[in-house]
């Protein structure tokens, strides 16, 4: 669309709001489209409305030959000199494409012209709707500033759902912006449909999102998954439960900074999973200390997380935490989940060097006779472990407690032992974690 269609546009209801010369003693006087020119006179002020331009096709003389600025006709009726915007195009794959089933990343590749020094070219999803293309941004840096070229770019690994996925590509100067809604399609004949409704927004308080909830449809999908994605590539996940067409997920675990949020099913064929993902940002792109997640299966259960302190022992106030103690000094807590799936987070803000323990205690159960917990870990808001430690069957039927493992710090750094044993809840470890898994008991 040419500047003029613009302009005609976007004048239009300004012609019919109000004519130039109306009086006026501030700007609020004024019919959209012109702006208030006040004199003093006589010991009083008083002015007129007055326009400069009805379109940009008004305000040409600015208009330079490097093409860096253009003259434009703002809101007020003024010419005003700004930056031009660049010109945006994608040339591959072409909008609307129809990709082969199964797709699961592209490149997108295109041009940018300008004369200026340096464009910023971003690449988002779409608010609303099923998009995994991560934000991400690159800079172009032009070889000859003030000479108008087209700058190609390409952007490697922009991944898809299947289904139409709706793409944002941005380039942007000093202010100027132009954008790109880019269609994308990846047929999945037997896939579920796939709906996210919550988040809504695509920001979030805190290093938690307080709801994921969605539909599947047919409703004869009874389960799936969630799957939350670092900026690192790092992923937290687990399992979705499917009720008539619907699923809801409480407190889901984020990353620092930016997450993909993923709801993926299976359909009726055995590769055709069905993807909805979501991006969401959270505050804080860095975290420091330790936090640890601890998630079970069944609702009717209720388990335990305890952090055995350096040189501490199991149960003792001093030297560990639980849901029952806290440690203000290094800021230390447990946040008590009372059911399934948790998660129960215990964090430490000031984490020193040495040796942390981890056990899992089951402390009730209403009828499901166990479940299967698992352990996350994060030190400085990245996995300590690859995947979860577990899964761990446990049960207060059992007389028995899991010890998940340590993880030693040494220098700023963090190293996590795997020992994932379950132990009799009548001998319990009485040593510090140094000595796991060696010797638990004196």
Same mark, same amino acid.
Request: aromatic share 6%.
């Given at each position: 669309?040419?500047?003029?269609?613009?302009?005609?546009?976007?004048?239009?209801?300004?012609?019919?709001?109000?004519?130039?010369?109306?009086?006026?003693?501030?700007?609020?006087?004024?019919?959209?489209?012109?702006?208030c020119v006040v004199t003093v006179s006589g010991g009083g002020a008083g002015g007129t409305c007055e326009r400069e331009c009805?379109?940009?096709?008004?305000?040409?003389?600015?208009?330079?030959?490097?093409?860096?600025?253009?003259?434009?006709?703002?809101?007020?009726g003024r010419c005003v000199v700004r930056t031009r915007p660049p010109d945006l195009r994608i040339f591959d794959p072409e909008?609307?494409?129809?990709?082969?089933?199964?797709?699961?990343?592209?490149?997108?590749?295109?041009?940018?012209?300008?004369?200026?020094?340096?464009?910023?070219?971003?690449?988002?999803?779409?608010?609303?709707?099923?998009?995994?293309?991560?934000?991400?941004?690159?800079?172009?840096?032009?070889?000859?500033?003030?000479?108008?070229?087209?700058?190609? &770019? @390409?952007? +490697?690994?922009?991944? /898809?759902?299947? $289904?139409?996925?709706? =793409?944002? *590509? !941005?380039?942007?100067? %000093?202010? #100027?912006?132009?954008?790109?809604?880019?269609?994308?399609?990846?047929?999945?004949?037997?896939?579920?449909?796939?709906?996210?409704?919550?988040?809504?927004?695509?920001?979030?308080?805190?290093?938690?999102?307080?709801?994921?909830?969605?539909?599947?449809?047919?409703?004869?999908?009874?389960?799936?998954?969630?799957?939350?994605?670092?900026?690192?590539?790092?992923?937290?996940?687990?399992?979705?439960?499917?009720?008539?067409?619907? &699923? @809801?997920? +409480?407190?889901?675990? /984020?990353?620092? $900074?930016?997450?993909? =949020?993923? *709801? !993926?099913?299976?359909? %009726?064929? #055995?590769?055709?999973?069905?993807?909805?993902?979501?991006?969401?940002?959270?505050?804080?792109?860095?975290?420091?200390?330790?936090?640890?997640?601890?998630?079970?299966?069944?609702?009717?259960?209720?388990?335990?997380?305890?952090?055995?302190?350096?040189?501490?022992?199991?149960?003792?106030p001093a030297g560990s935490v639980s849901p029952a103690t806290e440690h203000a000094e290094i800021k230390a807590r447990v946040?008590?989940?009372?059911?399934?799936?948790?998660? +129960?987070?215990?964090?430490?803000?000031?984490?020193?060097?040495?040796?942390?323990?981890?056990?899992?205690?089951?402390?009730?159960?209403?009828?499901?006779?166990?479940?299967?917990?698992?352990?996350?870990?994060?030190?400085?808001?990245?996995?300590?472990?690859?995947?979860?430690?577990?899964?761990?069957?446990?049960?207060?039927?059992?007389?028995?407690?899991?010890?998940?493992?340590?993880?030693?710090?040494?220098?700023?750094?963090?190293?996590?032992?795997?020992?994932?044993?379950?132990?009799?809840?009548?001998?319990?470890?009485?040593?510090?974690?140094?000595?796991?898994? +060696?010797?638990?008991?004196?």
């Amino acid at each position: 669309m040419s500047l003029r269609t613009i302009a005609a546009l976007v004048w239009a209801p300004m012609i019919l709001s109000g004519c130039s010369g109306e009086p006026c003693r501030s700007q609020r006087d004024c019919p959209v489209g012109s702006h208030c020119v006040v004199t003093v006179s006589g010991g009083g002020a008083g002015g007129t409305c007055e326009r400069e331009c009805l379109s940009h096709n008004d305000c040409s003389g600015a208009d330079d030959a490097d093409g860096l600025r253009i003259d434009v006709c703002d809101n007020e009726g003024r010419c005003v000199v700004r930056t031009r915007p660049p010109d945006l195009r994608i040339f591959d794959p072409e909008n609307d494409t129809l990709l082969a089933s199964g797709t699961r990343t592209v490149s997108l590749s295109g041009t940018v012209g300008t004369a200026a020094a340096g464009v910023i070219v971003t690449v988002r999803p779409s608010v609303g709707g099923c998009s995994s293309a991560e934000g991400r941004s690159l800079e172009l840096v032009h070889p000859e500033p003030g000479r108008y070229l087209e700058l190609p &770019f @390409l952007i +490697e690994d922009v991944r /898809l759902d299947p $289904g139409v996925s709706a =793409i944002v *590509v !941005a380039a942007a100067i %000093d202010g #100027a912006r132009r954008e790109i809604t880019h269609y994308l399609e990846v047929p999945c004949g037997a896939c579920a449909q796939v709906t996210v409704t919550e988040p809504i927004d695509s920001t979030t308080n805190g290093l938690v999102l307080p709801r994921l909830a969605g539909t599947v449809s047919p409703t004869t999908v009874r389960t799936g998954a969630w799957r939350v994605r670092s900026a690192n590539g790092e992923v937290i996940d687990g399992r979705l439960d499917i009720v008539d067409g619907y &699923f @809801l997920v +409480e407190r889901l675990p /984020l990353f620092p $900074g930016a997450n993909q =949020i993923e *709801v !993926a099913v299976s359909g %009726d064929a #055995a590769s055709s999973e069905s993807r909805c993902s979501r991006g969401v940002t959270t505050p804080s792109a860095r975290e420091h200390g330790l936090r640890t997640l601890l998630s079970w299966e069944d609702r009717s259960s209720d388990l335990d997380l305890h952090i055995v302190l350096p040189g501490g022992q199991f149960g003792d106030p001093a030297g560990s935490v639980s849901p029952a103690t806290e440690h203000a000094e290094i800021k230390a807590r447990v946040t008590d989940a009372f059911e399934g799936p948790g998660p +129960e987070v215990g964090t430490i803000e000031t984490v020193a060097d040495g040796v942390y323990g981890f056990i899992v205690v089951p402390v009730f159960d209403l009828g499901s006779f166990g479940t299967s917990a698992f352990v996350r870990l994060l030190f400085d808001g990245r996995l300590s472990a690859p995947g979860p430690v577990g899964p761990a069957y446990l049960s207060p039927f059992d007389d028995s407690l899991w010890v998940v493992g340590k993880l030693v710090v040494a220098e700023g750094r963090a190293t996590w032992v795997s020992i994932d044993q379950v132990v009799p809840r009548s001998a319990p470890p009485t040593t510090s974690p140094d000595n796991w898994p +060696e010797r638990f008991r004196e």
